[in-house]
């Protein structure tokens, strides 16, 4: 006997069945999603089916029916075994991005003034690519929208960078910025304080906080005027945003503070137990977390003094000590 079957008919029913479905003249748009959902094997209706990347086909790994055979494969038909192979071989460009004004999708002359076989190209034909390039940098943006669009997408990747944000967050800054602008709410505003604005929207979106003290130490406007753009551009483009949990900040401000995992679960530990008595409720999430750290800094005998604490988390030693009196009262230690 095979070990392996194939099951033609598993392939030909679902087609049978649309045919005749469209013929009664009935809606398949739901019985169509099924079908292309979750399947199961027609042998031994098994839901363990997989698909072989070698081979092209669907099998039950349960009883090794092939249901389906010589699936489509979208990837390259090429390999590559490391990223210079990967560079060499592939024949598209970068993916479109919407950290550039024109979404990655210009032409780029290089300054290597070399041809494609990497031979040095004549004093004529340099001071050609020369010119070329020249009128290449004025024509990328045609009008003021351009370029108000091209020096705020600058700014956030200069803010991003400073930071040390991912590059999700870039994008996702980059997409809010368009909605401002799409929408006219930069009429009156700073392009930089829109564009810092959009930046700090995006790393909470992105469950990556940045205090305001943080984002205005890199950027050119004042926290005031983030602040209140934030709240502006926020309400505006109905971004909705939960309040930062504190327990994001530990992490960092720990590894900062050159503290052990100890100290940092004994922070959370802290933080959610004063959080579900309400303590939480109109602090500033910064501040919360820095006093928990400097209790459970003590607690655990790796004691860092309020300055230090305060430092870096940029808030006051006056903070700390009240958020700090606060938790220890509503854990039931004694100081």
């Known amino acids: 006997m095979c070990t392996r079957y194939y099951y033609l008919s598993a392939m030909t029913r679902p087609t049978r069945q649309r045919e005749r479905e469209r013929q009664q003249g009935g809606s398949t748009g739901e019985r169509e999603q099924e079908q292309e959902g979750v399947r199961d094997c027609p042998e031994c209706e098994s839901k363990?089916?997989?698909?072989?990347?070698?081979?092209?086909?669907?099998?039950?790994?349960?009883?090794?029916?092939?249901?389906?055979?010589?699936?489509?494969?979208?990837?390259?038909?090429w390999r590559a075994f490391n990223h210079s192979e990967r560079q060499q071989k592939s024949r598209v460009g970068a993916p479109t991005t919407q950290t550039m004004h024109d979404k990655g999708l210009t032409t780029t002359i290089d300054w290597k003034d070399k041809d494609a076989y990497g031979r040095s190209i004549s004093s004529k034909k340099r001071s050609q690519m020369h010119r070329l390039r020249k009128w290449q940098e004025r024509i990328r943006t045609k009008d003021a929208g351009e370029r108000n669009l091209q020096f705020a997408l600058s700014e956030i990747d200069r803010m991003a960078s400073a930071l040390g944000v991912p590059r999700s967050v870039r994008e996702v800054a980059s997409v809010i910025y368009r909605r401002a602008l799409a929408d006219d709410l930069i009429r009156g505003r700073s392009i930089e304080g829109v564009a810092t604005s959009a930046l700090y929207a995006a790393c909470r979106k992105e469950g990556i906080p940045r205090s305001l003290e943080e984002i205005s130490e890199v950027s050119r406007v004042e926290r005031k005027e983030i602040g209140r753009t934030y709240r502006y551009i926020s309400q505006e483009l109905g971004l909705e945003m939960r309040p930062v949990d504190p327990k994001k900040y530990v992490p960092r401000f720990c590894s900062e503070l050159s503290l052990s995992e100890e100290v940092q679960s004994k922070a959370n530990d802290i933080i959610e137990t004063t959080a579900e008595e309400g303590l939480l409720s109109g602090k500033s999430p910064t501040g919360y977390a820095a006093a928990a750290i400097y209790a459970a800094s003590l607690l655990c005998n790796e004691k860092k003094t309020q300055r230090e604490v305060a430092d870096v988390a940029q808030v006051t030693e006056v903070t700390i000590r009240n958020r700090y009196q606060e938790q220890i009262e509503a854990m039931g230690i004694h100081s």
């Open 48 to 77: 363990n089916l997989v698909k072989s990347s070698d081979r092209g086909e669907l099998i039950c790994e349960d009883c090794g029916l092939v249901v389906e055979e010589s699936t489509i494969d979208p990837g390259p038909e």
